[in-house]
């Protein structure tokens, strides 16, 4: 899929060219200069990522080593453009995620950390958390496992605590938590399965499943498991029936009378 979605990213930069001739440098320096969607990522991902202390040359070097050696960090992050393209309305192109949308950056930057996590390289994936979080506004722990056509739409105050575990193709609105209940230890964190809906503000504490298919309604505080294929709201959430469809993340209806 990465190959075939680059060719599309090289097709889409041309024709921003030629329509905004003064974003053509930026272009060039983001997408076609790089010969391949890895190298402008890394490009991308560091440069958003330096500081005065971390040049960006040390962290795109890091990307690029992940990057080689698990290759399948690379398809997702093509499988989370896709979600993002066929999820949001306002995505019109998929050179536009990678340029723009501050979810999908913030998924690849924790791609990166997660990878440095469970290589044993924690304190510099600690750093890119707290990097994550101050140039995204998202804040995902490390140690959080991610899967992939994951969307983060709008992604502003997003926060994933360590042992939470997201499947494929869930989509996550902004202010959503995923968090404890409490100081406690261990597993303590929600389990997301896949094709779930979590509407903007939510919030899933505690150590709970949330069912394949099902939808969370906005503002929401979900604090018991939740059967898959079911839509919950309120405080605290109860089921009020089932989704319109058995992948809610990919329609994106948040409205909870259906």
């Not at 690379?74 to 499988?79: G, K």
């Not at 929401?220 to 079911?230: F, K």
Request: charged share 20%; net charge negative.
């Amino acid at each position: 899929m990465s190959q075939e979605l680059w060719q599309q990213l090289k097709l889409e930069a041309q024709q921003v060219i030629q329509q905004e001739p003064l974003l053509a440098s930026y272009v060039y320096a983001c997408v076609l200069n790089h010969s391949s969607l890895q190298s402008a990522l890394s490009f991308i991902l560091a440069n958003k990522l330096s500081d005065d202390v971390m040049p960006v040359v040390t962290v795109r070097e890091l990307f690029d080593n992940a990057f080689s050696e698990s290759p399948e960090i690379i398809e997702e992050a093509a499988c989370d453009i896709k979600a993002a393209f066929e999820r949001d309305a306002a995505v019109s192109a998929h050179l536009a995620v990678i340029l723009y949308l501050k979810g999908f950056q913030s998924i690849q930057v924790h791609r990166l950390a997660h990878f440095l996590w469970i290589n044993n390289r924690r304190e510099l994936a600690l750093f890119l958390q707290s990097r994550n979080s101050e140039v995204f506004g998202v804040d995902i722990h490390p140690a959080c496992k991610i899967g992939r056509g994951i969307m983060f739409d709008h992604a502003t105050g997003i926060v994933i605590g360590e042992t939470s575990v997201i499947e494929d193709n869930v989509s996550i609105l902004q202010q959503v938590t995923l968090g404890g209940t409490g100081n406690e230890k261990g597993d303590r964190h929600p389990k997301i399965r896949s094709g779930v809906l979590i509407s903007a503000g939510a919030k899933v504490l505690g150590n709970i499943e949330i069912g394949v298919g099902a939808k969370i309604g906005a503002g929401s505080v979900v604090l018991s498991d939740v059967p898959a294929h079911t839509t919950v709201v309120g405080v605290p959430a109860k089921a009020t029936g089932k989704p319109c469809s058995d992948t809610p993340a990919e329609t994106m209806n948040q409205n909870f009378f259906d």
